[in-house]
C-alpha cells in the first residue's frame, strides 16, 4: 500500500511564491515516477508536472512552465513543487500522485491514468 501526503498550501497574494509537499511512505518509489496534478472548482483535473523519482527529465503544463519546478528527495521520500509568480488563475486544489505499474514515460506522462495512488490534495488560493 502506497500514502501519499500533500502539505504546504494556503492563501497568497498574485506575484507570491509557495512551495507544496508530497510525503511518500509504504513501498521504495526509486523505479517509479511523480506528478502533480490541480482541480479547480467546476473544471476537470489537469496535469501540472511530473518527474521520474530518482530525476531525469521533468515536464510541465505550459500553462506553468518557466514558474513551477519539481523536484524530488529519494532520502526523504518527498516531492516538491516549487510555485514562484503565482497568478490567481493557479487557484485549486493540488493533488500528487505516483506511478508504481510502470506507464509512465514522455508520452504519457500528463495522462491520469497512468497514476495509481493520489493524495487528498491540498488548497491553493492566489488573492489579485
Known amino acids: 500500500q502506497v500514502q501519499l501526503v500533500e502539505s504546504g498550501g494556503g492563501l497568497v497574494q498574485a506575484g507570491d511564491s509557495l512551495t507544496l509537499s508530497c510525503a511518500a511512505s509504504?513501498?521504495?518509489?526509486?523505479?517509479?515516477?511523480m506528478g502533480w496534478f490541480r482541480q479547480a472548482p467546476g473544471k476537470e483535473r489537469e496535469f501540472v508536472a511530473a518527474?521520474?523519482?530518482?530525476?531525469?527529465?521533468?515536464y510541465y503544463a505550459d500553462s506553468v512552465k518557466g514558474r513551477f519546478t519539481i523536484s524530488s528527495d529519494d532520502a526523504k521520500s518527498t516531492v516538491y513543487l516549487v510555485m514562484n509568480s503565482l497568478k490567481p488563475e493557479d487557484t485549486a486544489v493540488y493533488y500528487c500522485?505516483?506511478?508504481?505499474?510502470?506507464?509512465?514515460?514522455?508520452?504519457?506522462?500528463?495522462?491520469?491514468?497512468?497514476?495509481?495512488?493520489w493524495g487528498q490534495g491540498t488548497q491553493v488560493t492566489v488573492s489579485s
Open positions: 518527474t521520474y523519482w530518482s530525476g531525469g527529465s521533468t
Open positions: 500522485a505516483a506511478d508504481t505499474s510502470g506507464y509512465y514515460s514522455g508520452s504519457t506522462y500528463y495522462r491520469r491514468n497512468v497514476y495509481d495512488y
Open positions: 509504504g513501498r521504495t518509489f526509486s523505479s517509479y515516477a
